[in-house]
């Protein structure tokens, strides 16, 4: 396995780990984020949807991960990849897009299509869909048990 | 002075009240925002970048005020103007977008030009910009004395 499969198998299992936390012991929404420093493989951070457990309307999975991450600069950004369970919406893709993440990888895009267009329109963001079932699934599950609330997070009308 | 050349002054004056806070009382970025209902003429929340106080990378002016709004539903976003003293960058206007935000007034898009094409590319967001020198003048004196801090929050390269 190269360095760069054993972290995208890291970064996926580690967003993926905060989806289930948010979801299974947080009653949250199950969508989680890892930041992860390309030079050095090492991860930088992660974070999930807070909607729920800080009435938050900007902490997704991926501006949470970012946002606990704390301040960076562009050229730390530049540098790393950003796995996500979810396709990201556009507030999340319009975050990667500000700070130039260059590489996204993306666990599913089923449950929501998301910008992905969008990311790679600008500079060029490399975007890699795994098609992760463990993320369809805790999606699928979420989406029956609170449409309410999933529709609240993606801004549409109950 | 109709009911809304009123709710844009009382809305223009409170985000940059956010700003001069944020930076004149806190050391922060100078930006600010406020959103109000279109059909009460109330302030929901207001807010102001959090970069500096808050080690924050995704509490920008505008971020930060629909987080402290907290969850709303769709139904309400669609009936509210953002006030915001500097048009958005692609996060917030990502997060205009995903909460369908129809209509934004932008003290000043001379510092930074930000989205406004964006903004009015999807379903149309009415975008107003007020060319509000108050907003211009407290961005210039920031950016002349923290330059570094500046191209962080707009994630560009020192």
Redesign the interface.
Known sequence: MSAFEEQDKIGMDAAFEQAYISYKKENGIPIGACLINNLTHEIIGVGHNE?VQK?????HGE?SC??N???????V?KNCTLYTTLSP???????V????IKRIVVGENKTYEG?IELLQSRGGCEVIVTDDQRCIDIMDEFIKEKPEVW??D?????
Chains 1, 2 share one sequence.
Do not use: F, V, W
Request: charged content about 25%.
């Open positions: 909607r009435n938050s309307p900007t902490l501006t970012l946002e991450c704390g301040r960076l600069k562009a050229s950004y919406c556009i507030m999340c893709t319009g975050t897009l500000l700070y130039g910008e529709n609240e993606i801004g549409e009308e109950d």
